[in-house]
Structure formats: structure tokens, C-alpha cells
């Protein structure tokens, strides 16, 4: 059986931290595939215009198209090249719930991300990605700084 550890990046400098340490935990598995995951925050809560909504489709396209290239495909590509099994997921929605969801459809054992924060009043009243993930994932989470 294939382990699978999913890896959340956000194209920061913390993210590419995660994707070291998860290379390295596959090394150590053995049989590993490595996921790369990269969520978009979405809310389905924002009030918009007629004409908004009508372009958001497009516009959460062209988001995953940007992000595809700029940072998922990248990544796999580069651990392809130094033979890991890997391959990539962009998605939109809630960071924290996304990455589990990701994990829990595809039966992975552990989620590797960067610590990030939010900073200020939002932080706060809503907490951070990283800290929710934690709190309610259904896998084991490391954070690494």
C-alpha cells in the first residue's frame, strides 16, 4: 500500500519549507506519493452584482489556471525530476476544510504546511488557516515554520 501525504502550499517561502520536510518523510516511507495541494480562498458568502457573478466563473478558472502554473506544476514537476511519485490539486474554498477534504478523498495519512499567519484583528476574530487545519483535521498535521 501507498502512502500518501498531502502538502499544502501557498507559494511562500514556508510553503517550500513544508515541501522539504515532506521530501524527507517520503524518503524515509519508502513507497510515498506526494499530493501538492494548493487551495484558493473562496468564499461563498460575498455579495456581488448581477454582473460579478456572471464573470466568476471565469475568473475562479483563470485563478486555478494562474495558480496551476505558478506554483503546483512546478513543484510536481521538480519532484518528479528527483523521482518522487507526486501530483497536484488546485482548488478554491475554505483553506483548512479544502485541505482536509483533499486528504480525506484521497486517503492520505498526514498534511504537511507552512506556518502562515494572519495578522491583527482578523487573526483574532477568525483565527488562522494553519490553527484551524490543526484543530480539525482528521489526520495528523505538521506545521513547519
Known amino acids: 500500500m501507498t502512502a500518501k501525504i498531502v502538502i499544502g502550499l501557498d ?4 510553503g517550500e519549507r513544508a515541501l522539504e520536510f515532506a521530501k524527507t518523510l517520503a524518503k524515509r ?3 510515498c506519493e506526494l499530493i501538492v495541494a494548493y487551495v484558493i480562498e473562496w468564499s461563498p458568502y460575498t455579495f456581488q452584482t448581477p454582473e460579478e457573478n456572471a464573470l466568476r466563473h471565469k475568473r475562479r478558472e483563470e485563478e486555478i489556471a494562474l495558480a496551476n502554473s505558478r506554483v503546483v506544476e512546478p513543484a510536481v514537476a ?3 525530476a528527483e ?6 490539486v488546485v482548488r478554491h474554498g475554505d483553506v483548512a476544510e479544502t485541505l482536509n477534504a483533499i486528504t480525506v478523498e484521497n486517503g492520505a495519512s498526514q498534511i504537511v504546511v507552512g506556518r ?7 487573526k483574532r476574530i477568525f483565527g488562522s488557516s ?11 498535521v505538521t506545521v513547519v515554520n
Open 29 to 31: 516511507i519508502g513507497e
Open 130 to 140: 494553519t490553527q484551524n487545519l490543526v484543530m480539525h483535521a482528521d489526520v495528523p
Open 83 to 88: 523521482g518522487f511519485n507526486a501530483r497536484g
Open 11 to 14: 507559494g511562500t517561502e514556508t
Open 78 to 80: 521538480a519532484l518528479k
Open 116 to 122: 502562515s499567519s494572519a495578522d491583527g484583528f482578523k
